[in-house]
């Protein structure tokens, strides 16, 4: 490695302007902060897959309930026209006999 003040002058004297070096303490800087950064990143990363297991779970539960409502709601059809069919044949057997008295 060089020395910091190399000789640069024709005449031997000493360059008393240091020389362009890396920034050490940044470098070291940045490496410290470095687990700081993978715990953040970690702890965002975490909370961004919690998000979209709660998102998940909520789609999930909300089709359920469409499911279940789907499933009442055939169940109150099918009943209504259970009873439709048996008020249609009570009025078609009255009209019978309806036309059965007036002969």
């Known amino acids: 490695m060089e020395p910091?003040?190399?000789?640069?002058?024709?005449?031997?004297?000493?360059?008393?302007?240091?020389?362009?070096?890396?920034?050490?303490s940044a470098a070291a800087a940045i490496s410290q902060q470095m687990p700081n950064i993978a715990v953040e990143t970690d702890r965002i990363l975490q909370a961004q897959q919690h998000q979209i297991q709660q998102q998940y779970l909520q789609q999930h539960y909300l089709q359920q309930q469409q499911l279940q409502q789907q499933r009442r709601l055939r169940e109150e059809q099918r009943l209504l026209?259970?009873?439709?069919?048996?008020?249609?044949?009570?009025?078609?057997l009255w009209q019978q006999q309806q036309q059965r008295e007036t002969y």
């Open 81 to 92: 026209e259970e009873q439709l069919a048996k008020e249609q044949a009570k009025r078609l």
């Open 4 to 24: 910091p003040f190399p000789h640069s002058h024709q005449d031997g004297r000493p360059n008393t302007t240091p020389r362009q070096v890396p920034n050490v």
